[in-house]
């Protein structure tokens, strides 16, 4: 979801980077930021969905574990 805004202000970066300037540094700077916020917002994104798929997981497991236990006795 956040990889096109990830992808654009990294190639913006570069390409400021290639102007020798001082609104190019600002204009750098300023995108530094951004790109720093995206990709802490993409971790945390990252870090609940694998948090959701662990607890989607276990309650499988639990599930299925509760079937074989009716199963059995």
Excluded: C, H, W
Aim: proline residues 1%; without cysteine; hydrophobic residues 35%.
């Amino acid at each position: 979801m956040l990889e096109p805004a990830i992808t654009m202000l990294s190639t913006s970066i570069d390409k400021f980077k290639s102007i020798d300037s001082d609104e190019s540094r600002v204009k750098i700077s300023e995108l530094q930021k951004q790109y720093e916020l995206a990709m802490q917002k993409r971790k945390e994104m990252d870090d609940r969905f694998d948090q959701s798929i662990t607890e989607l997981t276990n309650q499988q497991t639990q599930l299925v574990d509760g079937l074989l236990r009716k199963l059995a006795g």
